[in-house]
């Protein structure tokens, strides 16, 4: 528990990443909600799912964010403080987890609240969520969950702040989109990665058969997360301290 | 009582510690010196659980580190000067250490003042200079009040008065029957600062002593000038000396005493223009130690 005291401390206390982060989701999804609400009209059909998707947006913070919390005390060279005050290095990996988990659910929470609170004031009576609409959220909630575990675990891996930030931004936005470009026509291995199956668990709509399900595709992707939280676990334990 | 046994590590192919084994005594300043990449910070790093060793181990007070309970309030290091997150504050830093060892937020106030940062602590540490850096750092390691001090290199960047104030820092600290270990590669340093000098050179054991016995362990030589220089040294040479022309034509004078010389070139009715006894600095000791390596 004071581990993740003093994890959310080091956050509070060195404001500007975190303070940037959210200002940045904030403006996205404020303007993405805006723009939305502005041109829906009374026929839009998904208007509801699409807002709710649009507070799903940070997915892609919780991910930063668990690959920051682990990699800024290797960065900082602050991880051999770290260890020093808790040399068991499990207590130290577990800390972060309850954090990144903790500041994921409360960033997406407040992603999700900006963007329906938009689409209520702009649209009112309009603007209707179903429990369809409120299960969506629930489950972009649990993938935000998840991208900050394994956004922490490939943190945990790699042990460099830009070199897991670069990796994660080539492997989702490039490597995962050229995969699925060839896999869906080849090898049909598309929808097993692990940004497909993230984004399959937590979609409004349903896919086409061939994929895995809404369950399968969750606990695939949960796999994922824990996957590398226990490679990274296993790094942090092995590897030396070289700063 | 820090002890170390048969230590060993190697990154590669290249062997960073090699058998060492010493111990640490408490209520003393030990100094742990050797040029830069002899394997201090290695060792230390091996003694603090932040590196696994090959072989051999490292215990603090019978445990090894990742066993201690409350590690912060048992042993304070300090292991290099940039580890600090540069947005952070002083004080901020301190609180988060002190939050992750359950110690009271106002030990990190009486920290600041032993080390007389108070002014600076709501700085960030990004503006700090090196020296307020050490001191940062000598705070951190305080701040569990520990019975064992760990501190790498931590004259480095402090001017002379600094280097004072922390000699009577880790002085006052020893004094209270704290175990203090303090690395460098200075030896002027280590003369100030410790009472007893553990020395390696590449990752192997070199010499323990006290820094009195090491500078007692010092050569003496005489150094004698004499336009009969030749004789001289024959004459002395038949008393057992050995003997070393320096450049200028003097000599340097082992195993027989000054007046022993001035015996000798009264007796025979030679000439000196100078005879002086010269006693070498550890530093000159420790080249002699580490077989003539400079230690910078």
């Given at each position: 528990m004071r581990l993740v005291y003093a994890e959310l401390l080091k956050i509070r206390t060195a404001p500007w990443t975190t303070a940037t982060l959210l200002l940045v989701l904030l403006a996205i999804v404020g303007l993405g909600a805006a723009g939305t609400s502005s041109d829906a009209?009374?026929?839009?059909?998904?208007l509801e799912s699409d807002i709710v998707d649009i507070g799903g947006i940070a997915t892609i913070f919780t991910l930063i964010l668990g690959i920051l919390i682990v990699t800024w005390d290797y960065r900082h060279g602050t991880i051999t403080q770290t260890f020093l005050a808790a040399p068991r290095r499990e207590r130290v990996i577990v800390a972060k987890v309850v954090t990144a988990v903790g500041l994921a659910v409360l960033l997406t929470a407040i992603a999700l609240g900006l963007a329906i609170g938009i689409a209520e004031i702009w649209l009112g009576d309009q603007f209707q969520l179903t429990d369809e609409n409120w299960q969506h959220a629930g489950r972009i909630m649990l993938a935000a969950v998840l991208w900050a575990v394994l956004g922490l675990g490939l943190g945990a891996t790699l042990q460099t702040q830009v070199g897991a930030l670069i990796s994660a931004i080539v492997w989702f936005l490039v490597l995962e989109l050229v995969l699925v470009g060839l896999g869906s026509k080849?090898?049909?291995?598309?929808?097993?990665l692990p940004g497909e199956a993230l984004r399959e668990f937590s979609s409004s709509g349903q896919f086409e058969e061939e994929r895995l399900g809404r369950t399968a595709a969750g606990l695939l992707a949960a796999g994922y997360a824990f996957g590398f939280a226990a490679l990274g676990t296993l790094s942090v334990l092995r590897r030396d301290v070289t700063q | 009582m820090i002890e170390v046994e048969r230590l060993s590590k190697r990154y590669g192919s290249t062997v960073?510690?090699?058998d060492l084994s010493f111990r640490v005594a408490p209520a003393r300043v030990t100094g742990f010196l050797g040029p830069n990449g002899a394997g201090k910070t290695t060792t230390l790093k091996m003694i603090l659980g932040l590196a696994r060793p090959a072989s051999g181990s490292a215990t603090i007070a019978g445990h090894v580190y990742r066993d201690l309970q409350d590690p912060m309030r048992r042993v304070g290091a300090v292991l290099e000067?940039?580890?600090?997150?540069?947005?952070?504050?002083g004080r901020n830093h301190l609180r988060v250490l002190a939050a992750s060892s359950g110690i009271p937020a106002s030990r990190v106030e009486e920290v600041l003042e032993l080390v007389a940062m108070k002014d600076s602590a709501k700085r960030r540490v990004k503006g700090y200079s090196l020296g307020m850096r050490q001191r940062l750092g000598l705070a951190a390691a305080l701040l569990g009040d520990p019975e064992v001090l760990v501190l790498d290199e931590p004259a480095n960047g402090l001017d002379p008065a600094g280097i004072r104030w922390l000699r009577d820092l880790l002085r006052s600290l020893a004094g209270q029957g704290r175990t203090v270990f303090v690395s460098s590669h200075l030896l002027a340093e280590m003369e100030q600062i410790a009472d007893d000098v553990i020395v390696i050179h590449r990752g192997k054991f070199v010499a323990q002593a006290s820094t009195a016995e090491l500078a007692a362990r010092a050569t003496t030589r005489v150094r004698v000038r004499s336009p009969q220089a030749d004789r001289l040294g024959e004459l002395l040479g038949a008393q057992g000396a050995s003997i070393e022309t320096l450049e200028g034509g003097a000599l340097a004078v082992r195993e027989v005493s000054a007046e022993q010389i001035g015996e000798v070139a009264a007796a025979n009715a030679i000439v000196l223009h100078e005879l002086a006894a010269e006693t070498a600095t550890l530093e000159e000791t420790f080249l002699e130690l580490t077989g003539g390596e400079t230690t910078s």
């Open positions: 009209s009374g026929s839009v059909l998904s080849i090898w049909n291995i598309d929808k097993y | 960073a510690v090699d000067t940039s580890n600090y997150h540069p947005g952070r504050s």
